[in-house]
């Protein structure tokens, strides 16, 4: 089956550091997500794009959250510089938006982050 | 604020017995799926239901949509401990041209079955 890939799974580093965390979508998709889960907050949407270009990222703090997709292979998520309330796990969802209705995402594993 | 609000937060049931887990929603939709996560992964699409169908069925799994009441209902029959997961509701809006595709999701249903 084929599956979204994130790395790494894990990253613990300190506050400052420049964190960035990677996402392969499902070949053939054209919309790319990336979400922040936590449990006072649940599942927000950061970032996604269509066709590698930027759709919407106002869930995103501008000032520190970058998202990019350099080519249909890869998605990244930049963190610079990181704070404790960054911790959290982000997710990287794939999906295909074909004849004007949604498909379901797909989801990859997550990253589990922990800025100390 | 939140776009689909699960109910019950936790369900506790004994294996074979039968699980329901209601999500509502504020505004109008395009569709409405459900997602299951197991602890530590990624969530896994379960079934999407569309503005204008009231139930949906899918193995043991029965999705019921109200776009009168707002709501949606998520019923797993003849549950196993491998059910035990976070169950989550999405809501995608009405596209206005172009489309958004965005999903809002609730905050889940923690589901544990018991052998």
């Known amino acids: 089956d084929a599956r979204v890939t994130q790395t790494p799974r894990h990253k613990v580093t300190e506050m400052g550091q420049e964190v960035t965390m990677r996402c392969q979508p499902i070949?053939?998709?054209?919309?790319v997500f990336w979400y922040r889960q936590t449990m006072m907050q649940g599942l927000e949407l950061l970032a996604y794009f269509r066709n590698r270009a930027p759709l919407d990222d106002s869930g995103m703090p501008k000032d520190r959250f970058s998202a990019e997709m350099p080519d249909a292979t890869l998605a990244t998520l930049k963190i610079q510089p990181s704070e404790p309330r960054d911790s959290a796990v982000y997710f990287c969802?794939?999906?295909?938006?074909?004849?004007?209705?949604?498909?379901?995402?797909?989801f990859g594993d997550g990253t589990r982050l922990s800025i100390l | 604020s939140q776009q689909g609000e699960e109910d019950p937060q936790a369900l506790s049931i004994q294996e074979g017995e039968n699980a329901t887990m209601n999500c509502s929603y504020k505004t109008s939709i395009n569709n409405l799926q459900w997602y299951r996560q197991n602890s530590g992964r990624g969530l896994v699409h379960l079934i999407l239901?569309?503005?204008?169908?009231r139930e949906k069925h899918s193995g043991r799994l029965r999705v019921t949509l109200d776009t009168s009441k707002k709501s949606s209902s998520l019923l797993i029959t003849a549950s196993r401990a491998a059910d035990t997961a976070s169950y989550f509701c999405a809501t995608d809006k009405p596209p206005p041209g172009a489309g958004s595709y965005q999903l809002t999701f609730g905050k889940g249903t923690k589901l544990s079955v018991i052998p």
């Open positions: 070949l053939g998709h054209n919309t």
């Open positions: 969802a794939s999906g295909l938006v074909q004849g004007g209705r949604n498909q379901p995402q797909h």
């Open positions: 239901i569309r503005s204008n169908e």
